[in-house]
Each structure stands twice: as C-alpha cells, then as structure tokens.
C-alpha cells in the first residue's frame, strides 16, 4: 500500500487563505505547475528558494508514492520589463546590450539554471516546456477568450477586458484585491491609451519593427503577454483542472490573477485546485534585489568572493539553511544563520555517520516508531520542514547517547531510525553527505591509479593497443589521461 494512504497532508491554500486537507482530483496522481524563471540573467538565490521549496514538496510527494506530473516551465519570450505590459522585453534587452541573439541569451542562462539546480541536488522536473514553444497554443487561448467576449483588439494588440470578465467572475478572487480599490490606486501610464481600462492586460502585442522576437498571428506579428504562457502551458499538459499551483509570492498579483481569468474566460472553469505560494529570500534583512545591490549570486556565496559572507559555504549547508524555515516565511540570508545552520548540518551528518557504528541492546530507551510519525506529521503540516528537522535533531541526540552508553536501541529500532533518517534528510529535504561524496571521490581515484599503473605496464611490455585501449576508453566515460615527464595525471571533465 502506498505511504499515501495513511499520511494526510494538509497544505495552505492562497485561493481559500485557509489550510486545507489535500485531496488530490485523481487518487494517487498530483499534477503540479510552477512558473519558471525568466532566462535573461543568473538565477539568483531568491529565486533558487522558491525552486527548492517546490524541489522539497515534489520530493515529499514522491517519497509518499504519489505518481506526480511536475511542469516548471522556462520563460523564454512575453515577459516585459517590470513585469509590465510597456517597454522591453527583458530577453531582447540583454541581447540588444551584449550585442548577441536573444535565442543566446535564453540558451546561456537556461544552461546556468540547470548547472546551479545540479549543484544544490534537485530532481528535474516531469516536463519542462518554453513559451516560444507554445506560441500555436497561446494564439488559440487567445482566440478562445475573443470567442466568449472577453479580450479585444486594438491596433494588432489583443487585451483582457478585466472590467467586463468582473461582471460575471471575480478579478482580484486570488490575491483578495477588489477592482474599485485597483481603479483608484491604478495611474494611467504612458503607452497604455490602447486599452480601454489601465487595469486590462495584454494577451498579446504588436511587435514593434524593431522587435525581434515576433510570430505571426491572426492580430498581427508580435509575442504573446506574459501571464498567457503559464495558462497555455499548464492546462497542456495537466488538463483544465490541475492540483497545485506554485510560485513565489510576488506572482500572485498580478501573474496568477491573471492566470486564473484567462482559464475562467477561455474555459470557463477555474484552473487550479490548491494555489501555493512560497515566500521571499531577503539578505542581511533587506529585499535581495539586483538594482540596490543588496544581492549575492549562488556562485559568489559558494566561492566566497563576497563582500557580503565571511567565507564560503557549501551547497548542502545552504540547503540545509534553506530547509530550516518554513517555505511560507520570510527568510533572512546572513551569515551568523549560514554559520549555525553549517553547525547543524555537520551536527546531522556525524551523527547519520555513527548509525552503523553503533551497541546493539534487548531495549531501546526512546520510541522509534513514536518519532518516525512525528516527521510525516511535521511534513503533513503543509510541508513544516522546521519541524522536520527538530525531529532529526532529536534523533542525532539520541544516536550520541547510544554512541556514548546513555541510551540503548535494538536492531529492529535501529533499522527503522536509520531508513528513516535517510529518507527524510536525503529523499525529501534533498541533502547529499558530503563526506560520503568525499569519500567516494577518494575510490574513484584509486580506482583510475590503479588503471594507470596498468597502462604503464602496458607500455614498458610494449603493449600498445592495451595502452592505448585503457586511455581511449577513460576518455569516453570523460576521464582525461595527461602524461608527462613526471608521470601521467589525470583530470575528470
Ligand atoms: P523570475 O525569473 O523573476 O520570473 O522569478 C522566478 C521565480 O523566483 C518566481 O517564482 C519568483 O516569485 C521567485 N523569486 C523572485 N525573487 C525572489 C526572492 N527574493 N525570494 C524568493 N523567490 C523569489
Ligand atoms: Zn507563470
């Protein structure tokens, strides 16, 4: 029988402002869709945390037997400066100042992306799909909302009518914003004359002739709004009604405001069933933005070329800092908080390390089975990852005492706390041990020593198709042989 059935989650609900218990639509099935990044500069640690909370709560869901269909798409086109409706898009923006196409900026960053999320261990998602991918799939929503007379034309641009959708649904339903308190705060900008009400939204724009990310469409030749993707990609590949829907907290309004009008309208039904939203990452208690400077890259925190750290950290010990609060708080980055949560994860580890070390008794003086449910129960919690990890904690004291002849554990219990402890700490918080890839590093080297020996001999018997057979071969699973007069190295691309 799956863990699922006898482990009820409960998660918070945005749409409801309420925890609720999660029933999935199909039993056992989880369709889950997180937006993306928007591939115009280095991932930066804000957004890395939402990810990983989603990375976490995909993991959980996994490790309870669910079937999941994860979507986390790439936005690759659509998304304008300021998250707005004028102005550039972000993408042509880098490629006009480095002078180089905008499909080489969406291929450079979508590379770093997936090398930080490789770096700090999380799972791919199901599917990862682009928005210039599905531009037949937007022009088609787009036509559909037209349809049921819920967007106009003008000029070649298409636009959400909010005003008229608000008759009969209710814009402002997610982010519990009322449409005359928007009118009144809602300042006519420049550029917005073509709609008939500043708060209307773009469905898709005329390109301007020095736009160069343009497709044709019924309207005109241009690139579809930015909230148009999540809509055409999410129901793609997860239906009309999905389960989850994720994000961080600065896309409720207007991203999925919008997101869930645009499926009212086209559909007529409300796209998802449980919105979650994960909460900000600040730095040293302000916003991490890029624009104040008050900002740190993954890279720079785990070189520790920062003016920001004292000193460098590891990816698991920044996991591990991570995972320590709930994804629904804020999250201060500092460096005292990076420094105990390194203390805590080495606290963990060793302790993880002295499982199989350990005297085993007729007794055990602290109940396993008690403790294991009071994890699944932490994470039921919607995902209480703090709670989780107290629990951890409370086992790493008792495997010390054990160690030390203060407590006792029987085989059965033992084995229990270890599986236990290994799928929470690795399946679901995502952490690696570092010291076992240490280790296991060390007997890949070995390993390739001992090759190299070989080789030599090889060569002093003149065996030279061996010699070369040993070296060709290591180079096809990217391990390079470097010889030279002090002997032969070897690197690992
Ligand atoms: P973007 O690439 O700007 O579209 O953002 C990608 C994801 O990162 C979105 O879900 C954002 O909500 C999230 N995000 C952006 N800044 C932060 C931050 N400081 N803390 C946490 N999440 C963030
Ligand atoms: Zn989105």
Not at 277 to 287: D, I, P, S, T, Y
């Amino acid at each position: 029988m799956p863990l699922h059935n006898t482990q009820q989650i409960k998660i918070h609900n945005t749409l409801s402002g309420k925890k609720e218990v999660f029933k999935p639509i199909t039993e056992g099935h989880i369709g889950m869709y997180v937006c993306g990044p928007t591939v115009y500069s280095n991932v930066h640690l804000g957004n890395l945390r939402t990810f990983m909370s989603f990375d976490m709560i995909f993991r959980y869901f996994l490790h309870l037997g669910y079937k999941v269909r994860y979507v986390r798409n790439i936005t690759d086109a659509g998304h304008l400066e300021n998250d707005s409706d004028v102005g550039e898009d972000k993408i042509t923006k880098k490629a006009r100042l480095e002078e180089i196409e905008p499909m080489e900026i969406v291929q450079r960053y979508t590379v770093d992306f997936h090398n930080v999320l490789k770096i700090f261990n999380f799972l791919p998602p199901s599917i990862e799909p682009t928005a210039t991918g599905h531009i037949i799939e937007q022009i088609e929503l787009i036509q559909s909302i037209i349809d049921n007379g819920f967007a106009y034309v003008v000029n070649g641009s298409v636009y959400f009518d909010v005003h008229k959708y608000n008759t009969t649904n209710e814009y402002g339903i997610l982010s519990k914003r009322k449409l005359e308190d928007l009118i009144h705060n809602t300042r006519a900008l420049d550029g917005q004359s073509d709609k008939k009400n500043p708060q209307d939204f773009a469905l898709w724009k005329k390109a301007e002739p020095t736009h160069i990310m343009r497709w044709p469409s019924p309207w005109s030749d241009g690139f579809p709004g930015w909230h148009l993707e999540c809509t055409a990609m999410s129901t793609k590949y997860l239906g009309d009604f999905f389960d989850i829907h994720g994000g961080g907290m600065d896309l409720k309004f207007p991203h999925h405001e919008c997101e869930i009008a645009q499926n009212q309208a086209a559909k007529g039904k409300a796209p998802v069933k449980y919105w979650m939203h994960a909460n900000m990452l600040e730095l040293n208690g302000a916003r991490m933005s890029k624009s104040t400077g008050n900002y740190i890259n993954p890279a720079e925190l785990l070189s520790g070329d920062n003016d920001k750290m004292s000193k460098a950290y590891s990816p698991m010990v920044i996991r591990f800092f991570m995972m320590q609060a709930s994804y629904k708080s804020v999250l201060d980055l500092t460096d005292a908080g990076l420094k105990a949560a390194e203390k805590g994860f080495n606290r963990l580890m060793d302790a993880i390390g002295l499982i199989g070390h350990l005297k085993l008794s007729t007794a055990s003086t602290f109940n396993v089975a008690e403790w294991q449910q009071k994890c699944y129960d932490a994470m039921n919690d919607d995902f209480n990852t703090p709670i989780l990890i107290a629990h951890l904690f409370d086992a790493a004291k008792y495997i010390n005492q054990v160690k030390d002849g203060s407590a006792t554990v029987t085989t059965e219990d033992l084995d229990l706390l270890k599986d236990t402890i290994h799928n929470f700490t690795y399946s679901v918080l995502g952490l690696t041990n570092t010291l076992e890839t240490d280790s296991n590093t060390e007997k890949l080297s070995g390993a390739v020593e001992i090759l190299i020996k070989l080789r030599k001999e090889a060569r002093i018997n003149k065996d030279f198709a061996l010699s070369d057979k040993i070296r060709d071969e290591l180079a096809e699973v990217g391990i390079q042989l470097n010889d030279s007069r002090e002997g032969t190295t070897f690197s690992i691309n």
